[in-house]
């Protein structure tokens, strides 16, 4: 299995850009999540989604949009990127239900640069 | 509010001695706790949970109390090897949405 992926690894934007993130996991899992880590802020939560087809904002939704089509997939969108989203963006996925649901597996990041 | 905290934003240890990576919480009704480890470049790997019904769990060479008394969490690493330097995060799960809320995360460093 190849767990959380991400796609791209890197991306450098021009203010008011626009793009997309992909996250894939291949575990089955039904929680999917974007979060954003910034220097001495640790990792705080974009939007998530608890199955297919639904997705609910989390600490800092302003500025992203999501959606959840496929199990597998969550995708992050910035419509009009901004400097301010300049930051490494990491998903997570975990399982639905009981004590699994809590362990969070996470990507491996995507580095985003907003000029 | 919520929060996670660590007492020490960077620790500094010889190979072969134990590490002790501290983190305070401040939701008394937060009833699940994680560790991750975060190594450069890469993205944050689990290394033990507990939950709020117990005090001590142990892993292999990692073991982390929880004290709710005084709303506190640590994480022991025995031996400590240089492939642990890496930033550990603590994380609390007691957010309205019980959703994990993580520390802002504690450098270790390991001498050789």
């Known amino acids: 299995n190849a767990g959380v992926t991400q796609t791209p690894k890197f991306r450098v934007l021009k203010t008011g850009q626009s793009m997309t993130l992909l996250c894939a996991q291949d575990?089955?899992?039904?929680?999917m999540y974007w979060y954003r880590q910034d220097p001495g802020m640790g990792l705080r939560l974009i939007h998530y989604?608890?199955?297919?087809?639904?997705?609910a904002k989390g600490e800092v939704p302003d500025g992203y949009n999501v959606s959840r089509l496929k199990k597998q997939n969550f995708l992050l969108g910035l419509e009009s990127a901004a400097p301010s989203q300049t930051s490494v963006y990491f998903c997570?996925?975990?399982?639905?239900?009981?004590?699994?649901?809590?362990?969070?597996?996470f990507g491996p990041g995507t580095r985003l640069t907003v000029l | 509010g919520e929060s996670v905290g660590l007492h020490l934003p960077t620790l500094s240890v010889q190979e072969g001695d134990n590490s002790i990576i501290n983190c305070a919480y401040s939701?008394?009704?937060?009833?699940?706790f994680i560790w991750y480890k975060q190594e450069s470049g890469k993205g944050p790997q689990f290394i033990i949970d507990?939950?709020?019904?117990?005090d001590k769990r142990q892993g292999q060479r990692v073991t982390v109390l929880l004290n709710k008394t005084v709303k506190h969490l640590s994480l022991q690493i025995a031996a400590t090897q240089p492939g642990d330097s890496a930033v550990y995060f603590c994380?609390?799960?007691?957010?309205?949405?019980?959703?994990?809320?993580f520390g802002k995360g504690t450098k270790l460093s390991v001498k050789p």
């Open positions: 575990m089955n899992h039904e929680y």
């Open positions: 997570a996925s975990s399982y639905l239900a009981g004590r699994q649901r809590d362990t969070q597996y």
């Open positions: 939701n008394s009704a937060s009833d699940y």
């Open positions: 989604s608890v199955g297919e087809g639904t997705t």
């Open positions: 507990i939950r709020s019904n117990m």
């Open positions: 994380a609390e799960r007691g957010g309205s949405q019980g959703n994990l809320i």
